[in-house]
């Protein structure tokens, strides 16, 4: 079984601050997305990151992919409180029976208080 | 990317009911999973929806409690049987693309209390 370990798994800073949200796993992913879920509605994809030691900006948001493909980061700068949510990273392996399939790590509960 | 509905948003039923819940895709996509995931935390994923076979579900879920169909590339639907309360919880099903990683779209999800 592949796991990936998310952490922190509760985060609550004030508006403006930085944050680092990370997933480790020892296993070797093909892709790695990172989701954004608010109280009622689905996950929605941020981005998704294969290449590794790839960068990717999204405005405020800052998403690496390790070198060997098996860690992934999620930095925020200046906060706002529209960005408090449930953050989720998850994996992807190609091929076999697990294609197309993702391990989801545990979740960062973020809140931003103004 | 895809946009996918779900229906019912919401519902509460009683002990020992089944309910089923509808996914629809607004384009033809090769994979559609079903997850769960109780309010705050990550999701489990229940099964992966095969179009024209039996789905493949993961350890922990059955066909009996979890009957799910898949007629065509953008529709599939799971029922939750004989329900009790341990079921309550956020169903959330997901269309997966492929090209540039494995990237999964999900629906609004379908909160469902059971009484």
């Known amino acids: 079984t592949q796991l990936l370990e998310q952490s922190p798994q509760f985060l609550s800073i004030q508006e403006g601050e930085n944050l680092t949200v990370y997933c480790n796993s020892s296993s070797v992913f093909s892709s790695l997305q990172w989701y954004r879920q608010e109280p009622g509605e689905g996950p929605v994809l941020l981005v998704t990151v294969v290449t590794g030691g790839e960068v990717k900006k999204l405005k405020r948001l800052t998403f690496q992919f390790g070198d060997a493909r098996k860690d992934s980061s999620l930095h925020i700068t200046a906060a706002q409180p529209g960005d408090t949510g449930l953050y989720l990273c998850?994996?992807?392996?190609?091929?076999?029976?697990?294609?197309?399939?993702?391990?989801f790590g545990q979740g960062t509960i973020l809140t931003v208080h103004p | 990317s895809a946009v996918i509905s779900q229906k019912p948003s919401r519902d509460i039923c009683q002990r020992g009911t089944s309910l089923t819940i509808q996914c629809q895709v607004d384009s033809q996509v090769t994979m559609m999973f079903w997850y769960r995931q109780q309010p705050g935390q990550s999701l489990t994923l229940i099964a992966t929806?095969?179009?024209?076979?039996?789905?493949?579900?993961e350890s922990g879920f059955v066909i009996d409690k979890f009957p799910i169909s898949r007629p065509n590339l953008t529709f599939s639907t799971l029922t939750v049987s004989n329900m009790s309360p341990e079921d309550s919880s956020i169903y959330l099903c997901s269309a997966g693309t492929s090209g540039r990683g494995e990237t999964q779209y999900f629906g609004p999800g379908t909160r469902l209390l059971v009484l």
């Open positions: 998850a994996g992807a392996r190609a091929g076999g029976t697990s294609y197309g399939k993702l391990t």
């Open positions: 929806a095969n179009q024209g076979s039996e789905a493949t579900y």
